[in-house]
């Protein structure tokens, strides 16, 4: 009744199933590539330069900065360009401040004023407060595999779990190897799209990947697009840590 | 008999002197109402025209071509040179007085408050012209040009626990379209005519807003006032020519009456007004349609006796016409003059709206004044006159279509 598999057949199937044990055994869930992505974007400590580059409707304009990191909550920006020269945004325990100099005080951005633009750019303060920790907020699900721009690519969905975030879905691309967010869709819980990131050029620093130039495009303004380039990158170099603090802000 | 009917239909008046005092009664309210409603228009409309020269447009403003077109994205980048078209407007004999001003909108923070104000950069020594400063300031002093100093409307400063020496930071979107914050010392607190700059305005020096917003050199409108006479309109087209022949630049230079869509449905409005006068008259005039149809059954036996012995209908509409005319001549007469000495009293005593109008967001002011108008007066006379006797026409007109034979069955 019964055909008797050859010998041959039977190393075949065998091969076969050797090579699928591995991807069986090793394939990623959801929460571990967004996991994997938070801790391969996340250094102790970093210093960049570079410069943000919005193109509305009225036409284009660049600003400098120099951004200090420490850690996934800590960060500083100043600006260097002639119109913002001065200016600084300290973002610390998810409070954010801005720093001007004519200013005798200290500004804290909150509730609705976090949706303003940064430099009327396409990035709101909300953006710049987003914390590495995706998951403490969303609830991640693998949609698919699938490749962009040449690399292949998880696709997730992140669902918010609560209203306090800046975006309650967001859709990502994330490199299967080097776990860089090649492309983000943020939406609301109805699906109506609200901005777009994509990365057009990338940097290694060791081994890791990052964004060099992100194109971000608020879907809620006409004709606007946001162009952050990344000039130079340091990382884990030895800051003080008082850099972070509002006294120093103001110094 | 022709000269004989009004003495007759004037003294019929007095045969029913109750119903003919109730019937004038109706037509002197109707008549003090609508006297006093234009009155309170006309001293809404010349408010209003004073706020927006002084306040808002000046009787020309002159701005950047596109300025308008982006309006809702504070484009204070396309502003105008002030310096360069000072001197064009110095040379223009029709111009009376000009000054720069930036409006800007701006967050003001207080400790962990905020705040949302209306920004204004002013040339206080150019302002004089426009606003009479020291009549309004009620607190303090005017802001020095150079520093940072603000002066602050006074429902903004008590709403905010505010007052002179406290120091506010203002957050604003720059020339640049980047965002600046300065802090500003209040020196001066004033008292606006108008509710929206009570509750939401700050002044500072043209030169400060300008450092402040990245304007350097540059306002964001340029306000004009004009010679006696001179017609805005074809001033503000002759100004633009000469900008744009002088300096190459276009701008958006419009008269006051275009700029102000509330002014001009203020205007149309008031044409809507007279047709509700008109109603008015005719709802006034239902009491006298009442009383000559009531006179006309009543007198239906006289009326009978009057056919028979030759008299025509149409003299007998006429009877009943003159009567109608007679009472509503006295009881607009009467109506106009209690609204004439109405409008007048509180044209100077004024009549406060300030909690009507707060939180709202129109260039009327808080103390409205209405104004007399002998003309006024005597057109809403002859309109309550005419719309009122032609009232009783349509009564009128029934008398002289009864019978002899049919009103003698009344004997």
């Known amino acids: 009744m019964y055909k008797k598999i050859s010998r041959l057949q039977k190393l075949m199937i065998l091969t076969i199933l050797l090579f699928c044990i591995p991807s069986i055994l090793f394939a990623l869930s959801a929460d571990e590539i967004i996991g994997e992505m938070d801790r391969l974007s996340t250094f102790e400590t970093t210093y960049s330069t570079g410069s943000i580059q919005t193109t509305d409707r009225f036409g284009t304009k660049t600003s400098q900065f120099k951004s200090w990191s420490q850690g996934e909550k800590d960060s500083l920006i100043e600006f260097t360009s002639k119109a913002e020269r001065g200016q600084k945004i300290l973002r610390t325990e998810g409070s954010l401040y801005l720093f001007y100099p004519d200013a005798e005080q200290l500004i804290r951005m909150q509730g609705a004023a976090l949706r303003q633009s940064m430099l009327g750019s396409d990035i709101s303060y909300e953006d710049m407060t987003e914390e590495k920790n995706t998951l403490d907020n969303y609830t991640a699900k693998l949609e698919r595999e699938e490749t962009f721009k040449g690399n292949a690519c998880f696709v997730l969905t992140l669902t918010a779990k609560s209203r306090s975030v800046a975006y309650p879905v967001q859709k990502i691309w994330v490199d299967k190897q080097s776990f860089l967010v090649w492309k983000a869709e943020y939406s609301t819980a109805q699906g109506r799209l609200l901005k777009v990131m994509e990365v057009l050029e990338t940097f290694k620093s060791g081994e890791r990947v990052l964004p060099k130039q992100s194109k971000i495009e608020d879907k809620m303004k006409k004709n606007s697009a946001t162009l952050m380039t990344i000039d130079s990158f340091e990382a884990n170099p030895h800051l003080d840590r008082s850099i972070f603090t509002l006294e120093n802000l103001t110094w | ?411």
């Open chain 2, 1 to 411: 008999m022709m000269t004989k009917l009004p003495k007759i239909a004037f003294r019929n008046i007095f045969r029913n002197l109750r119903r003919s005092i109730l019937s004038a009664v109706a037509i002197a309210v109707s008549a003090m109402s609508i006297v006093m409603l234009f009155g309170l228009l006309a001293g809404m409309e010349a408010d209003m025209a004073n706020n927006l020269q002084s306040y808002y447009t000046g009787e020309v403003r002159i701005q950047h071509a596109e300025f308008e077109k982006y309006k809702r994205y504070n484009p204070l980048h396309l502003g105008v040179d002030w310096k360069s078209i000072e001197p064009i407007l110095a040379d223009n004999h029709q111009v009376r007085a000009a000054t720069a001003r930036i409006n800007f909108p701006a967050n003001m923070y207080l400790g962990e408050k905020q705040h949302g104000v209306m920004g204004v950069g002013a040339d206080f020594s150019s302002e004089e012209a426009f606003i009479d400063f020291p009549s309004i300031l009620q607190e303090g002093r005017l802001p020095q040009e150079g520093k940072n100093e603000i002066l602050m409307g006074f429902a903004l400063a008590r709403d905010m626990q505010l007052g002179l020496g406290d120091k506010v930071t203002l957050l604003s979107t720059t020339a640049t379209r980047g965002s600046n914050a300065f802090t500003f010392e209040i020196v001066g607190i004033a008292g606006f005519p108008v509710a929206g700059l009570n509750a939401n305005s700050i002044w500072a020096p043209i030169d400060r807003v300008q450092k402040f917003l990245g304007m350097d050199g540059q306002t964001q409108e340029i306000l004009l006032l004009l010679e006696d006479g001179a017609d805005e309109k074809q001033t503000a087209i002759q100004i633009a020519n000469e900008i744009e022949s002088k300096l190459g630049t276009a701008t958006d230079t419009r008269s006051w009456t275009e700029l102000n869509m509330f002014y001009g449905m203020l205007r149309i409005a008031k044409i809507a007004y007279y047709f509700i006068a008109m109603f008015f008259f005719v709802l006034g005039s239902t009491v006298i349609i009442n009383t000559t149809m009531m006179v006309i059954f009543e007198r239906m036996r006289e009326i009978g006796m009057l056919s028979a012995l030759g008299m025509h209908g149409s003299e007998l509409t006429k009877l009943f016409l003159l009567e109608g005319f007679f009472i509503s001549m006295i009881g607009s007469a009467v109506g106009v003059i209690i609204g004439y000495v109405g409008t007048y009293y509180m044209g100077k005593v004024g009549l406060n709206f300030t909690e009507a109008f707060s939180g709202m967001d129109i260039e009327i002011s808080s103390i409205l004044y209405p104004q007399t108008s002998i003309l006024t007066a005597l057109v809403v006379w002859a309109y309550a006159v005419v719309i009122s006797t032609l009232s009783t026409f349509i009564p009128s007109r029934h008398a002289s279509k009864i019978q002899p034979v049919e009103a003698l069955r009344y004997v």
